[in-house]
């Protein structure tokens, strides 16, 4: 706990040193995070967790069903960082009875040298099994995303694998409402600080007080915190439509199963500090310490947490939110859920059996699948299909 205290420390720290401008851009300017750190540490996290595992073969199982006996699949990765999801695919599908389709990945990422890698693994792999393979790189980022360039051909059965990736899509939904709506307060960088102006007479401690204060009321650029509610969506609605008009015969969707895109800042830290204790307490019941796993609890966790906690407006992008939003939003877009099959179910429990225990668990809701630690869902799977 005192680590899990530290982290959230600092982020509340760093959300009120946000209002010196200078002093916040000084502190932070010798921080320098490499491309091949961010690598290492979404590779930790894949390594040391089950959670992207189980997605992934949640994901292939879907896959593998939805495209039975078609004989041109292509899949569009929206993060493609992660080679071991695609290889394992490949391997199912060159054992099809009827033979293996032609494959083509599009694979979708910000840094050109993590899609050339990908690309390498697997047309290995493809050609290892003599499966009929193709790699299309699209060097972007989701919220500028050209669709022209994932080469969508008329005849080919097409699925769409999103992980932890649409989220960050409210973000640029935020920015766009905070500028739009005339009632919003003019704040410094999204921080709501009437004693800003009276810097010299307050200390750190009042400031964070009032900023506390502040926090049990609603955000202009915030969404709605009800679970069975939407906020406009204008980048998020955009993109889910553009996905729907590719008609894919199926898409799966993995998410953070957490609300920490609430009204309020108070709603965000208490829903941020539930979900990531919980994550903490995996770490701490399955993982030796270790420098990984001090490096994975501070890249990853702790930039999560400072995210949701010191950011506002565009800058906020860990926007997590309940399976049951993201139903709604799907739903509102076109797409009818597509229940997960048992022996997906099945063979994700025996991948967390391997595991050794039995804080692990996966629960059923509505034919979507949550993963868990103990009874905190942490991650949520779901498919989906387009209705006519």
Not at 143 to 153: G, H, P, Q, T
Not at 274 to 297: G, I, M, N, Q
Request: charged share 25%; net charge negative.
């Amino acid at each position: 706990m005192q680590r899990i205290a530290a982290y959230f420390t600092e982020a509340l720290a760093d959300r009120i040193l946000k209002a010196w401008p200078g002093l916040h851009k000084a502190l932070n300017s010798t921080k320098l995070t490499l491309v091949s750190e961010e690598i290492l540490v979404q590779k930790l996290f894949f390594e040391l967790f089950p959670f992207m595992k189980v997605a992934f073969v949640l994901t292939n199982q879907a896959i593998v069903e939805a495209m039975e006996g078609e004989k041109m699949v292509h899949i569009i990765d929206l993060n493609a960082a992660e080679p071991a999801q695609w290889i394992a695919l490949i391997q199912v599908l060159s054992a099809r009875p009827e033979g293996p389709p032609h494959l083509r990945i599009t694979g979708v990422h910000q840094q050109r040298e993590v899609l050339e890698q990908m690309a390498f693994k697997l047309t290995e792999e493809a050609e290892k099994l003599d499966i009929p393979f193709q790699f299309n790189p699209v060097v972007s980022k989701l919220d500028n995303l050209d669709f022209e360039k994932l080469r969508v051909k008329t005849g080919e059965a097409l699925a769409i694998s999103s992980v932890l990736q649409l989220h960050s899509l409210l973000a640029s939904d935020d920015e766009l409402l905070r500028k739009k709506s005339p009632l919003a307060p003019k704040n410094l960088n999204g921080i709501h600080l009437p004693g800003v102006l009276q810097i010299n007479q307050s200390t750190l401690g009042e400031l964070l007080e009032k900023d506390l204060v502040n926090g049990h009321s609603r955000s202009p650029d915030s969404a709605t915190s009800s679970p069975i509610s939407l906020s406009a969506s204008a980048k998020m609605d955009g993109f889910v439509n553009a996905l729907w008009a590719l008609t894919p015969k199926l898409m799966v969707v993995t998410e953070q199963d957490s609300n920490h895109n609430g009204s309020t800042l108070m709603e965000r830290l208490l829903e941020a500090l539930y979900s990531y204790a919980a994550l903490f307490d995996c770490l701490e019941s399955t993982v030796p310490r270790t420098l990984e796993r001090l490096k994975l609890e501070k890249m990853l966790f702790g930039e999560e947490i400072k995210n949701i906690i010191a950011c506002e407006g565009a800058e906020r992008k860990e926007r997590h939110e309940k399976l049951e939003k993201w139903v709604q939003r799907l739903d509102l877009a076109g797409f009818g859920n597509l229940p997960l099959s048992y022996y997906g179910m099945l063979q994700a429990g025996r991948l967390l059996q391997g595991y050794g225990s039995d804080g692990y668990k996966i629960k059923e809701e509505n034919g979507c699948v949550v993963i868990c630690w103990q009874d905190r869902a942490l991650f949520s799977v779901s498919a989906w299909r387009c209705r006519k």
